[in-house]
């Protein structure tokens, strides 16, 4: 199995489909990083880690299961004709959900008045977050796993590409989640993302395509707008005088 590493092909099939994985993982990422916040910060991380770990033990076993995930693209049922499948089911309800809960995480931070903090302790509230991860985790990962079997034809080359592409993903965790944590106009604007992509997996899942490359266009060009406003603020902080 690993001799199709060995070859140039191989090799740049493993770096190309690393490369779209940390991509396609993106979105899972800032949804992890925003639910974990909810928790006391002792527990974020462990919750970071462990939905990473657990969205990754997903994909593989999907990979594995392959026959059966191929299986989820065939209509079983048929709506205003046209042919549904399990796959239609999944998106269509991970996107309303997404939908459902961005919009609902953009109306508390900009109208809510309670303190999170206090709200998000015990173990309850560790398992709920888990859950809502794990989840979003099921839903990122068909598209994940589609994309894989779309690019590679290796099931060594697929496994070890999401191996990699999440331990790139646990390192970057950390610091993002800082980072949005520290700039809430940035954590309104990765809401925004979660609904957008909750928009495309609705779509997906009624079966009108949206191309990718388009979404993730205009999220890196909001983000680049958003960063250069955030050195703009910078930089016209009032000095005090000593």
């Not at 209509?75 to 499948?85: A, Q």
């Not at 994940?144 to 079997?149: C, Y």
């Not at 809401?191 to 909750?198: K, S, T």
Request: hydrophobic share 60%; with cysteine; glycine share 10%.
């Amino acid at each position: 199995m690993l001799d199709a590493l060995l070859t140039s092909e191989g090799l740049i099939a493993l770096v190309t489909l690393t490369a779209m994985e940390i991509v396609l993982g993106i979105d899972n990422v800032v949804f992890i990083a925003i639910l974990a916040d909810k928790l006391p910060a002792t527990q974020q991380g462990h919750a970071r880690r462990l939905g990473l770990c657990l969205a990754l033990i997903i994909r593989i076993g999907l990979l594995f299961a392959i026959s059966w995930m191929m299986g989820l693209t065939v209509p079983f049922v048929s709506v205003l004709g046209r042919g549904v499948s399990g796959r239609d089911l999944i998106l269509l309800g991970g996107g309303l959900f997404l939908i459902f809960k961005a919009t609902w995480e953009i109306f508390d931070k900009v109208e809510g008045t309670h303190v999170e903090r206090t709200a998000g302790k015990g173990r309850g509230a560790f398992i709920a977050v888990l859950l809502q991860i794990l989840l979003l985790d099921i839903v990122f990962s068909l598209d994940s796993v589609i994309t894989a079997v779309g690019m590679a034809n290796d099931l060594a080359i697929m496994v070890i590409a999401m191996v990699l592409s999440m331990l790139v993903m646990l390192g970057a965790a950390g610091p993002l989640s800082g980072f949005v944590e520290r700039h809430p106009s940035v954590k309104i604007l990765a809401l925004a993302f979660l609904l957008l992509i909750g928009v495309m997996l609705v779509a997906e899942g009624m079966g009108s395509h949206l191309p990718k490359g388009y979404i993730y266009f205009a999220m890196a060009f909001s983000l680049f707008v958003e960063l250069l406003n955030l050195r703009y603020r910078a930089k016209r902080r009032p000095v005090t005088p000593h």
